[in-house]
Protein backbone atom coordinates (compact mmCIF):
# COMPACT_ATOMS: atom_id res chain seq x y z
CA UNK A 1 0.00 0.00 0.00
CA UNK A 2 1.36 3.23 -1.21
CA UNK A 3 1.26 5.69 1.49
CA UNK A 4 -0.53 8.96 1.51
CA UNK A 5 -0.13 11.55 4.00
CA UNK A 6 -3.89 12.62 4.50
CA UNK A 7 -4.46 16.08 6.48
CA UNK A 8 -8.34 15.78 6.59
CA UNK A 9 -8.03 12.22 8.62
CA UNK A 10 -4.81 13.46 10.56
CA UNK A 11 -6.70 15.31 13.08
CA UNK A 12 -6.66 13.21 16.08
CA UNK A 13 -10.15 12.79 16.67
CA UNK A 14 -11.14 12.42 13.11
CA UNK A 15 -7.97 9.87 12.84
CA UNK A 16 -9.83 8.00 16.10
CA UNK A 17 -13.15 7.55 13.96
CA UNK A 18 -11.98 6.70 10.65
CA UNK A 19 -10.08 3.85 12.37
CA UNK A 20 -13.00 2.39 14.32
CA UNK A 21 -15.00 2.71 10.85
CA UNK A 22 -12.82 1.21 8.94
CA UNK A 23 -13.57 -2.69 9.90
CA UNK A 24 -17.30 -2.51 10.26
CA UNK A 25 -19.78 -1.88 7.91
CA UNK A 26 -21.14 1.42 10.47
CA UNK A 27 -21.25 2.84 13.86
CA UNK A 28 -23.58 4.30 15.84
CA UNK A 29 -23.29 8.26 16.78
CA UNK A 30 -23.45 7.37 20.41
CA UNK A 31 -21.05 4.28 19.66
CA UNK A 32 -18.24 6.48 18.67
CA UNK A 33 -19.17 9.23 21.02
CA UNK A 34 -18.80 7.54 24.04
CA UNK A 35 -15.63 5.74 22.82
CA UNK A 36 -14.11 9.72 21.83
CA UNK A 37 -15.32 10.87 25.28
CA UNK A 38 -16.70 14.39 23.26
CA UNK A 39 -19.72 16.04 23.24
CA UNK A 40 -22.45 15.88 20.26
CA UNK A 41 -21.64 18.85 18.83
CA UNK A 42 -17.75 18.36 18.62
CA UNK A 43 -18.41 14.81 17.40
CA UNK A 44 -21.20 16.25 14.80
CA UNK A 45 -18.22 18.68 13.23
CA UNK A 46 -15.61 16.15 12.50
CA UNK A 47 -18.20 14.01 11.25
CA UNK A 48 -19.18 17.13 9.08
CA UNK A 49 -15.59 17.52 8.03
CA UNK A 50 -15.26 13.80 7.01
CA UNK A 51 -18.59 13.78 5.35
CA UNK A 52 -17.76 17.17 3.17
CA UNK A 53 -14.05 15.06 2.11
CA UNK A 54 -16.64 12.58 0.89
CA UNK A 55 -14.75 9.55 3.62
CA UNK A 56 -18.09 8.94 5.03
CA UNK A 57 -20.96 8.83 4.82
CA UNK A 58 -24.21 9.82 7.37
CA UNK A 59 -27.53 8.01 7.94
CA UNK A 60 -30.36 9.18 10.05
CA UNK A 61 -33.28 6.46 10.93
CA UNK A 62 -36.34 7.12 12.40
CA UNK A 63 -37.33 3.98 14.39
CA UNK A 64 -39.56 3.83 17.67
CA UNK A 65 -39.74 7.97 17.64
CA UNK A 66 -35.86 8.02 17.73
CA UNK A 67 -33.70 9.71 15.19
CA UNK A 68 -30.75 7.23 14.84
CA UNK A 69 -27.53 8.25 13.48
CA UNK A 70 -25.03 6.03 12.16
CA UNK A 71 -22.03 6.65 10.21
CA UNK A 72 -20.07 4.29 8.05
CA UNK A 73 -16.62 4.66 5.55
CA UNK A 74 -17.16 5.16 2.12
CA UNK A 75 -14.40 3.62 -0.45
CA UNK A 76 -12.56 7.28 -1.05
CA UNK A 77 -12.33 7.35 3.26
CA UNK A 78 -11.35 3.59 3.35
CA UNK A 79 -8.73 4.18 0.45
CA UNK A 80 -7.44 7.48 2.33
CA UNK A 81 -7.35 5.49 5.47
CA UNK A 82 -5.35 2.68 4.54
CA UNK A 83 -2.65 5.43 2.59
CA UNK A 84 -2.99 7.64 5.44
CA UNK A 85 -1.87 4.55 8.09
CA UNK A 86 0.89 3.46 5.73
CA UNK A 87 2.54 6.56 5.39
CA UNK A 88 2.55 7.25 9.20
CA UNK A 89 4.05 3.97 9.18
CA UNK A 90 6.49 5.08 6.63
CA UNK A 91 7.46 7.99 9.16
CA UNK A 92 7.93 6.36 12.44
CA UNK A 93 10.50 3.95 10.10
CA UNK A 94 12.31 6.42 8.95
CA UNK A 95 11.77 6.05 5.27
CA UNK A 96 9.03 8.02 4.41
CA UNK A 97 7.57 12.35 4.33
CA UNK B 1 -7.42 53.68 -17.27
CA UNK B 2 -6.02 50.58 -13.97
CA UNK B 3 -4.09 51.18 -11.48
CA UNK B 4 -0.68 49.13 -10.87
CA UNK B 5 -2.14 46.94 -8.72
CA UNK B 6 -4.88 45.54 -11.09
CA UNK B 7 -2.87 45.17 -13.89
CA UNK B 8 -0.76 42.99 -11.51
CA UNK B 9 -3.49 41.26 -10.74
CA UNK B 10 -4.99 40.97 -14.32
CA UNK B 11 -7.85 42.58 -12.85
CA UNK B 12 -9.78 45.67 -15.36
CA UNK B 13 -10.62 48.78 -13.62
CA UNK B 14 -14.51 49.47 -13.71
CA UNK B 15 -16.11 52.98 -14.11
CA UNK B 16 -17.85 54.41 -11.32
CA UNK B 17 -21.15 53.78 -13.12
CA UNK B 18 -20.11 50.29 -12.84
CA UNK B 19 -19.64 50.79 -8.64
CA UNK B 20 -22.66 52.69 -7.11
CA UNK B 21 -22.56 51.49 -3.75
CA UNK B 22 -19.49 51.99 -1.23
CA UNK B 23 -17.49 48.96 -0.24
CA UNK B 24 -18.73 48.32 3.28
CA UNK B 25 -16.16 45.28 3.88
CA UNK B 26 -13.90 48.33 3.61
CA UNK B 27 -12.27 49.48 6.53
CA UNK B 28 -12.87 53.00 5.67
CA UNK B 29 -16.22 52.25 4.33
CA UNK B 30 -15.35 52.40 0.92
CA UNK B 31 -14.87 55.80 0.68
CA UNK B 32 -12.83 57.02 -2.31
CA UNK B 33 -8.99 56.96 -2.22
CA UNK B 34 -8.18 60.66 -2.74
CA UNK B 35 -4.43 59.72 -3.10
CA UNK B 36 -4.90 57.80 -6.06
CA UNK B 37 -3.61 59.37 -9.16
CA UNK B 38 -6.77 58.99 -10.99
CA UNK B 39 -9.09 60.55 -8.61
CA UNK B 40 -9.84 58.06 -5.99
CA UNK B 41 -12.26 56.06 -7.91
CA UNK B 42 -13.08 53.21 -5.96
CA UNK B 43 -12.31 50.19 -7.28
CA UNK B 44 -13.67 46.86 -7.50
CA UNK B 45 -10.80 44.16 -5.57
CA UNK B 46 -9.60 41.77 -7.76
CA UNK B 47 -11.59 39.03 -6.48
CA UNK B 48 -14.56 40.75 -6.73
CA UNK B 49 -14.31 40.66 -10.29
CA UNK B 50 -16.64 38.44 -11.79
CA UNK B 51 -14.81 36.45 -13.89
CA UNK B 52 -16.08 34.78 -17.29
CA UNK B 53 -19.30 37.24 -17.51
CA UNK B 54 -18.13 38.10 -21.28
CA UNK B 55 -16.80 41.91 -22.31
CA UNK B 56 -18.09 45.09 -20.48
CA UNK B 57 -18.65 48.05 -22.57
CA UNK B 58 -16.00 50.60 -22.11
CA UNK B 59 -13.43 48.27 -19.99
CA UNK B 60 -10.03 47.34 -21.74
CA UNK B 61 -9.75 44.41 -24.00
CA UNK B 62 -10.46 40.85 -22.04
CA UNK B 63 -7.51 40.31 -19.69
CA UNK B 64 -5.97 36.63 -20.59
CA UNK B 65 -7.58 33.56 -18.13
CA UNK B 66 -4.46 32.59 -17.13
CA UNK B 67 -3.53 36.01 -15.81
CA UNK B 68 -6.31 35.58 -13.12
CA UNK B 69 -4.35 34.14 -9.86
CA UNK B 70 -6.70 31.14 -8.77
CA UNK B 71 -8.90 30.94 -5.89
CA UNK B 72 -7.20 30.12 -2.30
CA UNK B 73 -5.34 27.00 -2.98
CA UNK B 74 -5.36 24.95 0.71
CA UNK B 75 -1.94 24.83 1.86
CA UNK B 76 0.40 21.51 2.24
CA UNK B 77 -0.07 18.90 4.11
CA UNK B 78 2.96 18.84 6.67
CA UNK B 79 3.66 15.16 7.25
CA UNK B 80 4.31 14.87 10.92
CA UNK B 81 7.43 13.98 12.87
CA UNK B 82 8.31 10.43 13.59
CA UNK B 83 7.07 10.95 17.48
CA UNK B 84 3.87 12.63 16.01
CA UNK B 85 3.27 10.06 13.93
CA UNK B 86 3.79 7.21 16.34
CA UNK B 87 1.29 8.87 19.05
CA UNK B 88 -1.33 8.85 16.11
CA UNK B 89 -0.48 5.10 15.27
CA UNK B 90 -1.05 4.03 19.24
CA UNK B 91 -4.40 6.32 19.00
CA UNK B 92 -4.76 3.51 15.88
CA UNK B 93 -4.58 0.75 17.93
CA UNK B 94 -6.47 2.13 20.92
CA UNK B 95 -9.62 3.08 18.91
CA UNK B 96 -9.80 -0.38 17.18
CA UNK B 97 -9.22 -2.31 20.81
CA UNK B 98 -11.88 -0.22 21.81
CA UNK B 99 -14.42 -1.52 19.00
CA UNK B 100 -13.28 -5.24 19.87
CA UNK B 101 -14.44 -4.66 23.77
CA UNK B 102 -17.66 -2.94 21.66
CA UNK B 103 -18.18 -6.75 19.41
CA UNK B 104 -17.71 -8.67 22.91
CA UNK B 105 -20.43 -7.00 24.67
CA UNK B 106 -22.68 -8.99 21.57
CA UNK B 107 -25.17 -11.06 22.68
CA UNK B 108 -23.37 -14.85 23.23
CA UNK B 109 -26.12 -16.77 21.50
CA UNK B 110 -25.79 -14.38 18.37
CA UNK B 111 -24.22 -17.22 16.31
CA UNK B 112 -26.20 -20.02 17.45
CA UNK B 113 -29.65 -17.81 16.80
CA UNK B 114 -27.63 -16.72 13.73
CA UNK B 115 -27.24 -20.81 12.74
CA UNK B 116 -31.20 -21.63 13.46
CA UNK B 117 -31.99 -18.71 10.83
CA UNK B 118 -29.82 -20.18 8.18
CA UNK B 119 -31.06 -23.83 8.71
CA UNK B 120 -34.83 -22.65 8.48
CA UNK B 121 -33.78 -20.99 5.07
CA UNK B 122 -32.33 -23.86 4.11
CA UNK B 123 -34.84 -25.94 5.17
CA UNK B 124 -37.56 -24.27 3.14
CA UNK B 125 -36.35 -24.40 0.43
CA UNK B 126 -36.97 -28.46 0.35
CA UNK B 127 -40.55 -27.34 1.39
CA UNK B 128 -43.55 -27.21 -0.68
CA UNK B 129 -44.29 -23.77 -2.13
CA UNK B 130 -46.46 -22.32 0.52
CA UNK B 131 -43.98 -23.27 3.46
CA UNK B 132 -41.22 -22.19 1.13
CA UNK B 133 -42.59 -18.60 1.17
CA UNK B 134 -43.00 -18.86 4.91
CA UNK B 135 -40.02 -20.15 5.72
CA UNK B 136 -37.80 -17.71 3.58
CA UNK B 137 -39.89 -14.43 5.20
CA UNK B 138 -39.47 -15.42 8.72
CA UNK B 139 -35.57 -16.40 8.09
CA UNK B 140 -35.18 -12.56 6.52
CA UNK B 141 -37.42 -11.12 9.33
CA UNK B 142 -35.48 -13.18 11.71
CA UNK B 143 -31.84 -12.40 10.56
CA UNK B 144 -33.34 -8.49 10.45
CA UNK B 145 -34.03 -8.71 14.44
CA UNK B 146 -31.15 -10.42 14.88
CA UNK B 147 -28.61 -7.48 12.93
CA UNK B 148 -30.90 -5.14 15.54
CA UNK B 149 -30.55 -6.52 18.41
CA UNK B 150 -26.75 -6.55 17.71
CA UNK B 151 -26.73 -3.11 16.76
CA UNK B 152 -28.58 -2.34 19.91
CA UNK B 153 -26.02 -4.10 22.23
CA UNK B 154 -23.22 -2.76 20.87
CA UNK B 155 -23.35 0.22 18.47
CA UNK B 156 -22.36 -1.44 15.85
CA UNK B 157 -24.14 -1.78 12.20
CA UNK B 158 -23.71 -5.23 10.52
CA UNK B 159 -24.31 -5.16 6.99
CA UNK B 160 -23.31 -6.27 3.40
CA UNK B 161 -20.75 -3.40 3.37
CA UNK B 162 -18.52 -5.00 6.52
CA UNK B 163 -15.36 -5.14 4.55
CA UNK B 164 -13.55 -7.81 6.91
CA UNK B 165 -12.89 -10.02 6.78
CA UNK B 166 -13.78 -11.61 3.54
CA UNK B 167 -12.35 -14.70 3.36
CA UNK B 168 -15.25 -16.28 5.48
CA UNK B 169 -18.07 -14.96 3.24
CA UNK B 170 -16.82 -16.97 0.20
CA UNK B 171 -17.39 -20.42 2.75
CA UNK B 172 -20.84 -18.68 4.08
CA UNK B 173 -22.02 -18.60 0.51
CA UNK B 174 -20.91 -21.84 -0.40
CA UNK B 175 -22.55 -23.68 2.44
CA UNK B 176 -25.88 -21.68 1.50
CA UNK B 177 -26.09 -22.72 -2.20
CA UNK B 178 -25.38 -26.26 -2.22
CA UNK B 179 -27.04 -27.31 1.18
CA UNK B 180 -30.03 -25.16 0.06
CA UNK B 181 -29.51 -26.80 -3.37
CA UNK B 182 -29.07 -30.05 -1.75
CA UNK B 183 -32.46 -29.90 0.63
CA UNK B 184 -34.46 -28.53 -2.80
CA UNK B 185 -33.24 -31.69 -4.42
CA UNK B 186 -34.09 -33.85 -1.79
CA UNK B 187 -37.64 -32.38 -0.86
CA UNK B 188 -38.65 -31.95 -4.64
CA UNK B 189 -36.92 -35.41 -5.77
CA UNK B 190 -38.06 -38.06 -3.65
CA UNK B 191 -36.04 -37.84 -0.36
CA UNK B 192 -38.24 -35.71 2.18
CA UNK B 193 -36.17 -37.07 5.41
CA UNK B 194 -32.87 -35.61 4.17
CA UNK B 195 -34.51 -32.23 3.96
CA UNK B 196 -34.25 -31.56 8.29
CA UNK B 197 -30.98 -33.51 8.22
CA UNK B 198 -29.13 -30.91 5.64
CA UNK B 199 -30.51 -27.86 7.40
CA UNK B 200 -29.23 -29.19 10.49
CA UNK B 201 -25.83 -29.32 8.77
CA UNK B 202 -26.33 -26.18 7.18
CA UNK B 203 -27.22 -24.74 10.64
CA UNK B 204 -24.47 -25.78 12.63
CA UNK B 205 -21.43 -25.01 9.70
CA UNK B 206 -23.53 -21.45 9.32
CA UNK B 207 -22.77 -21.25 13.18
CA UNK B 208 -19.51 -21.92 13.07
CA UNK B 209 -18.46 -19.78 10.40
CA UNK B 210 -19.77 -17.11 12.14
CA UNK B 211 -18.09 -17.71 15.52
CA UNK B 212 -15.32 -18.32 13.23
CA UNK B 213 -15.82 -14.74 11.23
CA UNK B 214 -15.96 -13.15 14.99
CA UNK B 215 -12.38 -14.91 15.97
CA UNK B 216 -10.73 -13.77 13.01
CA UNK B 217 -11.91 -9.85 13.40
CA UNK B 218 -10.87 -9.95 16.46
CA UNK B 219 -7.60 -11.07 15.69
CA UNK B 220 -7.27 -8.22 13.07
CA UNK B 221 -8.17 -5.67 15.07
CA UNK B 222 -5.83 -6.73 18.06
CA UNK B 223 -2.80 -7.02 15.31
CA UNK B 224 -0.92 -4.26 14.07
CA UNK B 225 -2.21 -5.06 10.74
CA UNK B 226 -4.48 -2.34 9.71
CA UNK B 227 -6.43 -3.70 6.78
CA UNK B 228 -4.24 -5.07 4.13
CA UNK B 229 -4.10 -8.52 5.20
CA UNK B 230 -7.68 -10.79 4.68
CA UNK B 231 -8.19 -13.61 7.35
Known amino acids: ?97 | MATLSDMENGAPHVSPSDVSQPDVSQPDGGRPDVSHPDGGRPVVPAAEVPMGGGPRAGLPAAVPPAAVPPAAVPPAAVPPTAEAARAALEAVAESKALLVARMRRGPRWYNPVYGALCGLLVLSFGLPKPWFVGGVVLSAIGLGVLAGTYRKRTGIVLGAGNPRPRGIYPWLIAVLVVSGGASYLDGHHGFPLGVPLVAVVAGVACSVLSRRYDAALFALLESDDDGEARP
Open chain 1, 1 to 97: MTGRFDEVIHAPQRLRIVAMLAPVAGLEFATVRDALEVSDSVLSKHLKVLEDAGYIKVQKAKRSGRTWTSASLTRAGRTAYDGHVAALRAIVAGDGS
